[in-house]
Nanobody, 122 residues
Framework: VQLQASGGGLVQAGGSLRLSCAAS????????MGWFRQAPGKEREFVAAIEWSGGSTYYADSVKGRFTISKDNAKNTVYLQMNSLKPEDTAVYYCAADLKVWKVVTGTSDYWGQGTLVTVSS
C-alpha cells in the first residue's frame, strides 16, 4: 500500500486548504482512511477518518465543523477540506490506512504516507 499526501502550504488564519491522499497498491473498498497531524513539540493526534465502504466519518472534537473528510472512489483519493483554519492547526499532516477503524483512530494504522506541512499564520 502506498499513500501519497499533498496539498499543504502556508495560509492565513481563517483561510482554507484541501489536502489529498492518493492511495495505490491494492483495492481499498474494505479500508478505513484517516488523517493525523503532528505539531512541533507535540504528540501526533487524530484528525479525521472515513470508511471507504459506506462513507462513515469520524472527527476529532478540535476540527468538527471546520474540517471535512471525503473520498473519490474513482481516483482512490481521500481529501481533507480544512476551513476556518487557526494557527493551532499548524502541523505536519499524515494520511493513514487500515482495515480497522480503531487502528486508524488510535494512530496504529499499518500504512502511513509521508507528511505534508500546513502552516497557518496569525
Amino acid at each position: 500500500v502506498q499513500l501519497q499526501a499533498s496539498g499543504g502550504g502556508l495560509v492565513q488564519a481563517g483561510g482554507s486548504l484541501r489536502l489529498s491522499c492518493a492511495a495505490s497498491g491494492r483495492t481499498f473498498s474494505r479500508y478505513v482512511m484517516g488523517w493525523f497531524r503532528q505539531a512541533p513539540g507535540k504528540e501526533r493526534e487524530f484528525v479525521a477518518a472515513i470508511e471507504w465502504s459506506g462513507g462513515s466519518t469520524y472527527y476529532a472534537d478540535s476540527v468538527k465543523g471546520r474540517f471535512t473528510i471525503s473520498k473519490d472512489n474513482a481516483k482512490n483519493t481521500v481529501y481533507l477540506q480544512m476551513n476556518s483554519l487557526k494557527p493551532e492547526d499548524t502541523a505536519v499532516y499524515y494520511c493513514a490506512a487500515d482495515l480497522k477503524v480503531w487502528k486508524v483512530v488510535t494512530g496504529t494504522s499499518d500504512y502511513w504516507g509521508q507528511g505534508t506541512l500546513v502552516t497557518v499564520s496569525s
